[in-house]
């Protein structure tokens, strides 16, 4: 399918593209550098909406706690700046993308279990609804409270329903020093009985996942690789004798077998955040296998203000759902598909034992056991979903785009919940323009 590209400069030509879309009654995929492209169900639109033009830091301050960026600004620009003050994004989002992208598909990492979501760290936004009327919401400090929390609602909601131009988010001080317990040869159950005992200690554990027997031999960090089985993982983090101290304590209460340093602990906890021994989610960062390159066909950009917008769509030879998504790292359309369970950490181990009592699976645990990620052959969707049933949500994160294209690939809602996400939907994009039936069919 050939694709009509726009890419604004400005928050004016943002607005003018969705106001031509809705003159015209067409729909837009809103998309930055692409690279979450095949995250939610694939577009069959004809226009892309290229935000990457929106790009550069708008203003940073780290005695605030607060930076505030264009929409399309790498995260390869931002988290090296942040770096250098020795702060980070907490929620620990890939490392590939745009701002906008990470915070409109609500991306987090391991440390969401005790730093919260992209969620919470959205402090503001601008953008343009799918009325094609620029808005702003929330502030650019910390402790804000003007009006409704609309970041928070934008968070997630994957461009269906504002198309960003600019988002402040809150920073914090990065650790000065990170170690991870190890316990080796633990079945799921008591793994997460472990994991379970120290989150519930005092010790300030900001990570927590089980991979089991034939995953960890797939780590580059040796002490896993070469481990023989299964690893059971728990990270502190904090200033440098706080850790010490702390490692000491919950290695004795937890007989863990070995430690890892601050290297290999990072190295580690970039293989679980990126999926890597599973094949990787595709977020066009990192180094875990099936992950994009740039896109090979940039949108051409507008053409100066006030030009006639027919005359700024210029056609780009560049198939919808281009990147990560339209496959499996090349590997066609009979390779597994990536499936993300969030579930109650207690169940992850019975869940994934229902699943694998109809299907050939492979799962490790994250997030206390309360992430799963999966791996299940193709045509899996009703028996991983019958297994999590109404205690969690299943969300197909890696499938070929005519698979997503017919599976449910966010867990089915609720009819009232249903209800309201098409009410939303219809307060900020009545006629569909913005990102039409990325979440849901016919939302």
């Known amino acids: 399918m050939t694709i009509t590209t726009l890419k604004p400069d400005t928050d004016a030509q943002v607005a003018d593209a969705v106001r031509w879309a809705l003159s015209a009654g067409e729909s837009l995929e809103v998309l930055g550098s692409g690279s979450r492209r095949g995250l939610g169900r694939p577009l069959r639109t004809t226009h892309a909406l290229d935000l990457s033009g929106l790009s550069g830091i708008v203003a940073y301050e780290p005695e605030e706690l607060v930076l505030t960026a264009r929409a399309g600004t790498p995260m390869a620009l931002i988290l090296p700046l942040l770096a250098e003050r020795s702060q980070h994004l907490a929620f620990e989002p890939p490392e590939g ?14 440390r969401r279990i005790s730093a919260g979501s992209a969620r919470d760290h959205a402090l503001g936004m601008a953008g343009v609804s799918g009325r094609g009327e620029a808005y702003k919401g929330g502030g650019k400090v910390v402790k804000n409270v003007t009006g409704y929390d609309l970041p928070k609602l934008m968070a997630g909601s994957f461009g269906t329903l504002t198309a960003f131009t600019e988002l402040t988010v809150k920073v914090l001080p990065a650790p000065e020093d990170t170690a991870t317990l190890l316990l080796f040869g633990l079945g799921d159950l008591a793994a997460v009985d472990v994991l379970d005992r120290a989150l519930r200690s005092p010790y300030d ?57 601050a290297p290999e602990s990072r190295a580690v906890w970039r293989e679980i955040r990126d999926v890597g021994c599973l094949g990787g989610v595709g977020d066009g960062g990192g180094s875990g296998a099936g992950r994009p390159g740039p896109l090979p066909n940039p949108p051409p950009p507008l053409a100066g203000e006030g030009a006639d917008l027919d005359a700024r769509l210029t056609p780009s030879p560049a198939p919808a759902g281009e990147g990560w998504g339209g496959g499996i790292g090349g590997k066609g359309g009979d390779a597994p598909h ?106």
């Open 97 to 110: 993308g745009t701002l906008g992208g990470v915070i409109a598909c609500g991306l987090a990492g391991p």
């Open 205 to 261: 554990v900001s990570g927590a996942a089980h991979l089991p027997d034939g995953l960890a031999a797939r780590s580059g960090v040796s002490a896993l690789a070469r481990a023989g089985g299964a690893v059971t993982l728990v990270r502190l983090e904090g200033f440098g004798p706080s850790v010490a101290a702390r490692v000491a304590a919950l290695r004795a209460e937890l007989r863990a077998d070995a430690v890892l340093d």
């Open 338 to 443: 990536l499936w993300k369970l969030s579930v109650p950490p207690a169940s992850g181990p019975s869940v994934v034992a229902a699943i694998r009592r109809t299907l050939a699976v492979e799962a490790f645990y994250d997030w206390g056991g309360g992430l799963v990620w999966l791996t299940a052959p193709p045509d899996s969707a009703a028996a991983i979903r019958r297994a999590v049933g109404a205690q969690g949500h299943a969300t197909l994160v890696r499938a070929p785009d005519e698979v997503r294209a017919v599976t449910a690939v966010f867990q089915p809602p609720p009819d009232p919940l249903m209800a309201l996400t098409r009410r939303v939907k219809d307060s900020f994009d009545p006629k569909g323009v913005l990102n039409p039936g990325r979440l849901y069919a016919g939302v």
